[in-house]
């Protein structure tokens, strides 16, 4: 996002309609927001993918990723993007001496404190590299220098991430068309979760639940690959940083859209960078119109699940552009009203599930224009102008009607299609 989110926050507030004394407040929440710094730690072996991670997050040259035998970041970097410190740390594995010399400087660094007295770093990101079948250097970098380094609520300090998912078995089982993994695959990274998991909960205590992705791999001069899961690492990186700090990261992140458009969708992403923003500043959030745009502008580029998939379809067929007025409208129901509500988040993660496979039936039938032209007459038009009355609950009500008949025609088109084959 080109424009500073919180300058643009500032002006929407000073413009707003309301008692100057209601301006006053919340411009004193948001210049206490404008104050927060993220420091952020990134570590790990040598040749796990650091410089690659932070790069294809924050789209930035910042970290020299290296394609040399020798290790190139030989001591703690610091990166500076706006109130978004990242501290790169050297790669572990390169020798007994350099090891120790380098443990010594993370645990110094774990240990500073700012000048309020906490504790300097709010999250270490321990990047493993997953082509490797020895992550002998990184257990113990994990078990013996960070953990025990990481003071009170060390499970909401550290994040274990697995990069490289593409090559975990030397490229074998990894689908280049799609860029995700076949099944096989899948299975094989799961596993490895697991076992890492397992390993550091033994040494430890403590319970890490490990991610897998891919960064992208690049070759010096030339573009980064095609990263996978970005959006599930960026998801648990807001998660475990504090609160009140969340909104720091959306300064500074890559804004090109086919970063984050590959992932393993086991979570509503969508739903949940709501939720933790939402944390931040609700008076905000609720009383200045923009907030909520901005906040939505922002998870637009870096969340996979944008799609309304039927909705999407059927204005497809009509030849309507995908942020024509109808499916802007369907998606704000979605996320400013439809997940808030009790049942809300449910309905959404089964529609997930469940509506790919019903347009990818319907565009086989011989009659699809005749399908979607019903869907739209039904249901989707009637829903849209109950969401311009303000009438969300009918709404609601209609979409699940839309759906369950939807579900009853998927049988019919099944059985034709097994008929067909």
Not at 259 to 277: M, T
Request: hydrophobic share 35%; glycine share 4%.
């Amino acid at each position: 996002m080109q424009e500073k989110f919180m300058d643009k926050m500032e002006q929407d507030i000073m413009d707003a309609d309301m008692p100057e004394s209601e301006k006053s407040k919340l411009l004193k929440n948001l210049f206490q927001l404008k104050e927060q710094k993220v420091n952020l730690m990134v570590t790990g072996a040598t040749g796990c993918g650091k410089s690659s991670t932070i790069n294809a997050l924050f789209k930035t040259e910042v970290a020299k990723v290296g394609t040399s035998p020798d290790p190139e970041t030989m001591e703690i970097t610091k990166y500076e993007l706006d109130n978004l410190i990242i501290w790169d740390t050297p790669g572990l594995g390169d020798g007994k001496e350099a090891d120790v010399r380098h443990a010594k400087n993370i645990i110094s660094k774990l240990n500073e404190q700012n000048e309020k007295g906490e504790l300097l770093i709010d999250l270490v990101l321990v990047i493993l590299d997953g082509s490797s079948r020895d992550f002998g250097t990184s257990y113990n970098l994990i078990n013996e220098v960070i953990i025990p380094n990481l003071g009170k609520d060390k499970e909401e300090r550290i994040l274990v991430a697995i990069n490289q998912a593409d090559v975990a078995k030397k490229g074998r089982y990894w689908n280049y068309e799609l860029n995700k993994p076949e099944s096989p695959l899948e299975k094989f990274l799961d596993e490895m979760v697991n076992s890492v998991q397992k390993r550091i909960k033994e040494a430890t205590g403590i319970d890490i639940t490990p991610i897998y992705y891919s960064a992208g791999f690049k070759e010096e001069g030339m573009e980064q690959g095609s990263p996978y899961n970005l959006s599930k690492l960026l998801y648990y990186i807001i998660k475990f940083t504090p609160k009140k700090k969340r909104l720091v990261y959306i300064n500074n992140l890559n804004s090109d859209k086919s970063a984050w458009e590959n992932s393993d969708r086991q979570d509503n992403y969508r739903s949940g960078f709501f939720d933790l923003l939402d944390d931040i500043a609700d008076e905000i959030m609720y009383k200045v119109d923009d907030f909520k745009d901005k906040v939505e502008e922002f998870i637009d580029i870096i969340n996979p699940f944008n799609y309304c998939y039927i909705t999407t379809a059927t204005c497809e067929a009509y030849g309507k552009p995908d942020d024509c007025y109808e499916l802007t409208m369907f998606r704000k129901f979605r996320d400013r009203w439809l997940q808030n509500q009790p049942d809300g988040k449910e309905l959404i993660a089964r529609y997930y599930a469940t509506a790919p496979a019903i347009v990818e039936l319907i565009n086989k039938q011989p009659d699809r224009m005749s399908i979607y032209n019903n869907i739209n007459k039904q249901y989707l038009s009637k829903c849209l102008s109950y969401i311009e009355s303000g009438d969300n609950e009918k709404c609601k009500t209609t979409y699940i009607a839309m759906m369950e008949h939807l579900y009853g025609e998927q049988k019919k088109w099944q059985r034709n299609s097994a008929v067909t084959e």
